[in-house]
């Protein structure tokens, strides 16, 4: 795997990471409304409210980067050992979770708009991430760690689905992922059984459901490279399906939640349009290589860090400077003033944390 192939998609990684944050702002600070003053629907700043509202599916784009980049170094063939396999993955997602639940539940003593906590039961179930799942189905002190129980179920399924995808091939995995991703989700429906799912998102994209991603990941990893001229025709057409079917979710909307089939199938709808921009990013590309390139390349590295601390952040700043009569521009400020201590906070975590570890676990450990 060359650099520029690992740049570039840390550069897609980066833009992923931004659109979560910029869609909390959105949604926290109250843009949309605003926007939507200056013009109405179709006009530009329908068009930028659109876009930041679309944010959240850097998540799903997150999930299909891991299939593919955990994918790419058993290429030839070899199985993971699955101690230095396992032990590396939990030194990526644990240590920087950990330190940032000391930071919060230090500073919530002094910094207003950091989540309350007390010693429990609750507590540990957040230090080791067992949030959202049975018997306690405790919520996490920083609303995006919903998703970290989800990739580290995929770490742990991932020789198991490496395995199968030997065994039954690409069509046979999304098939079988297909079948979990449906049945996951049609359970939920029947299971609470409510006038809107809104609430039970988190259950609707737990793993059996988001399993769908990360195996087009894994199917990306094994394709032939492309050709330049089918590289670029691909990133074409990723776009227009995420922007067509996000565009299709708007205009379902009030029905969406109510258990519109939009709703049922996202999964597998979502997961190729992504796939097809991490499968022609495998490849320098004409006009591309701006994701291989500062600024995108650092906020790639600590993409992780920028998706941890986002949230937190944004909910202090909110808890300051927020007012409700407060202009446009005033909410740009506190979204520039969010992503400079955010940047700050993920730049000292990956520094003094998650790079020595992966660095150690390289020196380490072989595969």
């Known amino acids: 795997m060359s650099n520029q192939y690992m740049h570039q998609l840390h550069g897609l990684r980066a833009l992923a990471a931004l659109g979560v944050l910029i869609f909390h702002w959105g949604a926290l600070f109250g843009i949309h409304p605003q926007l939507h003053e200056h013009?109405?629907?179709?006009?530009i700043w329908w068009w930028i409210s659109f876009f930041i509202g679309s944010g959240w599916v850097g998540v799903m784009v997150f999930?299909?980067?891991?299939?593919?980049?955990?994918?790419?170094?058993?290429?030839?063939?070899?199985?993971p050992v699955l101690s230095t396999f396992y032990l590396?993955?939990?030194l990526r997602i644990y240590?920087?979770?950990?330190l940032q639940l000391l930071v919060m539940m230090v500073g919530s003593f002094w910094i207003l708009g950091l989540p309350a906590w007390q010693w429990g039961t609750d507590l540990i179930a957040n230090f080791l991430l067992w949030i959202h799942l049975p018997p306690g189905h405790v919520k996490p002190l920083n609303g995006v760690w919903w998703t970290l129980p989800v990739e580290l179920g995929f770490y742990l399924c991932f020789p198991l689905i490496l395995l199968l995808f030997r065994r039954i091939g690409a069509v046979g995995l999304l098939v079988l992922a297909a079948?979990?991703?449906?049945?996951?989700?049609?359970?939920?429906?029947?299971?609470?059984?409510t006038e809107s799912y809104a609430p039970y998102q988190?259950?609707?994209?737990?793993?059996p459901s988001s399993i769908f991603y990360f195996c087009t990941g894994i199917l990306v990893a094994h394709a032939a490279q492309?050709?330049?001229?089918?590289?670029y025709q691909s990133t074409l057409l990723g776009l227009a399906l995420i922007i067509a079917l996000l565009f299709y979710l708007v205009v379902v909307l009030d029905k969406y939640w109510a258990g519109h089939w939009l709703l049922l199938f996202w999964p597998l709808l979502c997961a190729p349009g992504i796939a097809l921009l991490v499968y022609a990013l495998r490849q320098p590309l004409t006009g591309y290589q701006w994701l291989a390139r500062q600024p995108f390349k650092w906020m790639g590295d600590t993409s992780f860090g920028i998706y941890l601390w986002h949230f937190p952040v944004m909910l202090v700043v909110h808890r300051y400077f927020y007012s409700a009569d407060g202009s446009l521009a005033q909410n740009v400020q506190w979204l520039l003033l969010s992503m400079v201590l955010t940047f700050a906070l993920a730049g000292l975590s990956f520094k003094y944390v998650e790079a020595p570890?992966?660095?150690?676990?390289?020196?380490?450990?072989v595969g």
């Not at 240590?95 to 950990?98: F, G, H, I, K, L």
């Not at 988190?202 to 793993?207: I, K």
């Not at 570890?357 to 450990?365: A, E, K, V, Y």
């Open 88 to 90: 590396r993955r939990l």
């Open 179 to 193: 079948l979990l991703s449906i049945s996951w989700r049609l359970g939920v429906f029947y299971y609470f059984n």
């Open 357 to 365: 570890l992966i660095q150690w676990g390289r020196r380490r450990f």
């Open 63 to 79: 999930f299909v980067l891991s299939g593919t980049v955990l994918s790419t170094p058993y290429l030839s063939g070899k199985t």
């Open 95 to 98: 240590p920087a979770v950990w």
């Open 202 to 207: 988190v259950y609707l994209d737990a793993l």
């Open 39 to 43: 013009g109405g629907i179709y006009s």
């Open 226 to 231: 492309p050709e330049r001229s089918r590289a």
